[in-house]
């Protein structure tokens, strides 16, 4: 079990890595860094010297060989080959060093979902950057680092979690829990669709509380294959409507968790409320800051690992409440 449980937490770091790396290269708008797939400009790396970039340029000569880019989606695709890798160890550990066979199905279950993670990757950059390819994408990222947690989570006996009973506050710790999930989608939506600086003001959008929006074609979540989506193909009034709906959701999420807060406060789970207050503020200001400076890269990657934190906080609470 202590494979397990050393392969999972370790994991749980990786995937924070990953998801930084997937945010740096959308940030960067180097999804297409790499025009193929697993290989780059069919090398198995990237090419640095003068005479590999020649015969790179010459079997893409529509793509533009620009190393800024092609470095971020490289790394990320590395460290998130690393984490299908350290999948297969924990199934290989899971049949061989314990007999939970719920441990055994959810590493196998993992596993899976990492090849499909892979699929989308490859769909990702065929499709050019088709919105809802990427949104699964960087959403199954989430998804990832979840199961890892879960795992993490299953080959651990805390003696702490044993004491305390939250049991009374299921039903609004799934809530906020669902609630999160729905915003983490709308901040990924929003990402894919370049829709980040819609509104490039705070608390006001385009110098209004209700701008013109069109929320028809900004959750058309059936777009046409089209040439190529970088840069995003929507109209302004669709972008403010998924940033616009962000906001707002935000606003949801607050509330959300802090009727989950002022329940904690009063249960043998007190720190949590705690932790979850500071990650929240920390949220929304990462987010009012990304609108104000206008996306800092740092800022905007901090932004995703707090989603993330807070993604595996309103997790445990969850575990807690749920537990048998």
């Known amino acids: ?8 937490f370790f994991g749980i770091c990786m995937a924070f890595v990953v998801i930084a790396l997937g945010a740096w290269t959308r940030l960067v708008d180097a999804g297409l860094g790499c025009p193929d797939w697993p290989g780059c400009y069919g090398f198995v790396t990237f090419p640095v010297s003068e005479a590999d970039i020649a015969i790179a340029e010459s079997r893409f000569p529509t793509f533009e060989y620009d190393i800024n880019k092609v470095i971020p989606e490289v790394v990320h695709r590395y460290f998130a080959a690393g984490l299908g890798l350290l999948a297969i160890f924990l199934v290989y550990f899971s049949f061989t060093k314990t007999r ?9 279950f993992l596993l899976f979902f990492i090849c499909c993670q892979g699929l989308f990757g490859y769909l990702t950059v065929s499709l050019k950057l088709l919105p809802i390819i990427v949104t699964a994408h960087l959403f199954g990222g989430f998804t990832t680092l979840l199961l890892l947690y879960f795992i993490y989570l299953k080959s651990r006996n805390f003696e702490i979690f044993n004491r305390i009973n939250i049991s009374n506050l299921k039903f609004i710790a799934l809530i ?15 990402s894919t669709n370049y829709a980040s600086l819609a509104c490039a003001d705070f608390p006001t959008c385009q110098g209004s509380y209700l701008p013109e929006m069109d929320f028809k074609n900004g959750f058309n979540l059936n777009q046409e294959v089209g040439p190529n989506y970088l840069y995003g193909l929507l109209d302004n009034p669709a972008r403010v409507a998924i940033h616009y709906s962000h906001r707002v959701t935000a606003i949801l999420v607050t509330l959300i968790f802090l009727i989950l807060m002022s329940r904690l406060w009063f249960s043998d789970a007190a720190p949590l409320a705690s932790t979850l207050g500071i990650l929240l503020l920390t949220q929304i200001t990462l987010g009012i800051i990304n609108v104000v400076y206008v996306l800092p890269l740092y800022v905007a990657i901090a932004h995703n690992l707090v989603a993330a ?7 445990t609470i969850n575990y807690l409440a749920w537990k048998k």
């Open 1 to 8: 079990m202590n494979h397990i449980r050393n392969i999972s």
């Open 100 to 108: 939970d066979r719920s441990i055994r199905g959810w590493s196998l």
């Open 176 to 190: 906020a829990f669902v609630v999160l999930l729905l915003q983490i989608f709308l901040g990924v939506w929003t």
């Open 309 to 315: 934190c807070l993604l595996l906080a309103t997790f």
